[in-house]
């Protein structure tokens, strides 16, 4: 087969990668539109051995396969190591990555362009939904640990998650 129908058969692939301790409305913002832009969309819960988290890896990956469920398209694994060979093994060209505001683009730049050096994969920026442009994790996890409600900036069953683990302490 030739011209655009032999081209298009080519499968996009893109991830979404983070620690995701745990996803919030913001991350999940950003995989909805990624899932429609692409073909499959990886999310990759980045493993990083030096920070301990309040959520096990286990239980970051089963929360976010649960609210991205409805997507289709959506694929969610855990990676120790450099997102560049999460990328080379998989086959995925693309990572996509939301900025929330300016600050966030120094480091954020350095990592695309230190990946594209390292493997010749490209970063998307796509910008925040302004909702969730002051959206973080470690917010969300201070505010929810004083009692405050977060209710709004997470998924139902990433609320209960906290509530529970947060008792548990
Ligand atoms: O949600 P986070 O913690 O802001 O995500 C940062 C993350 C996990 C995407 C970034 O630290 C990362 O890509 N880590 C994997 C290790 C790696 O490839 N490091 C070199 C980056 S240039």
Redesign the pocket.
């Known amino acids: 087969m030739t011209g655009p129908e032999s081209e298009g058969s080519q499968v996009r692939r893109a991830v979404c ?4 301790d745990p996803i919030t409305n913001g991350h999940l913002d950003i995989i909805a539109r990624a899932s429609r832009l692409y073909d499959e969309v990886y999310v990759a819960v ?1 493993i ?1 051995q030096s920070k301990k988290g309040l959520f096990e890896i286990e239980e970051r990956i089963e929360l976010i396969r649960q609210v991205t469920a409805d997507y289709g398209n959506v694929r969610v694994e855990a990676f120790h ?4 060979d999460f990328c080379k093994q998989r086959d995925i060209p693309a990572i996509v990555k939301g900025l929330r505001a300016v600050s966030d683009f120094d480091y954020e730049l ?2 695309a362009q ?2 594209n050096g390292l493997s010749g994969v490209e970063t998307l920026f796509v910008p925040t939904n302004p909702t969730y442009s002051f959206l973080s ?1 470690s917010l969300v996890k201070e505010v929810a640990a004083w009692g405050g409600d977060v209710s709004h900036l997470v998924p139902p069953q990433v609320l209960e998650a906290l509530t529970r683990r947060l008792k548990k302490d």
Do not use: A, I, K
């Open positions: 990668p983070g620690s995701f980045m990083n190591g450099l997102l560049v350095q990592m230190m990946n994790s």
